[in-house]
């Protein structure tokens, strides 16, 4: 079905999460994963951090998500645009907006199967 496995629960098809933020904040940039995670939705932008934002299993399953779609594109100038397009497949949300609200499996698929359709 996707390429996103079940957050906390390590897999051999699953990479580690450092890994997997590495990769995205290289290929995304840090201001997105940031958004991507939640930077000043609901505390003061100074204070957020985004160890802190990992920890939480929405932090984990946002970044995982977001990786999931990255893969989806041969580059990564193509991801960023797709993830912050409005998107009509997620009743013209932005990729990226649905993310950044999503706080279960059931959000953040149909993101991802977005990414998947062909384009």
């Not at 450092?18 to 995304?28: K, M, N, P, S, Y």
């Not at 959000?107 to 359709?117: M, Q, S, T, W």
Request: charged share 20%; glycine share 8%; aromatic share 4%.
């Amino acid at each position: 079905m996707t390429l996103l496995g079940e957050p906390g629960a390590a897999t051999t098809e699953q990479p580690a999460l450092t890994a997997v933020r590495d990769e995205c904040v290289a290929a995304l940039g840090t201001d997105l994963v940031a958004y991507l995670l939640g930077a000043g939705s609901v505390s003061d932008l100074r204070t957020w951090r985004m160890g802190e934002a990992l920890a939480t299993r929405a932090g984990e399953l946002r970044l995982r998500a977001a990786h999931a779609v990255l893969s989806q594109f041969k580059d990564t100038e193509h991801a960023r645009a797709w993830l912050r397009r409005p998107n009509a497949d997620l009743d013209g949300q932005p990729p990226a907006s649905a993310l950044r609200v999503a706080t279960t499996w059931r959000g953040v698929v149909p993101v991802i199967e977005a990414a998947e359709l062909p384009t």
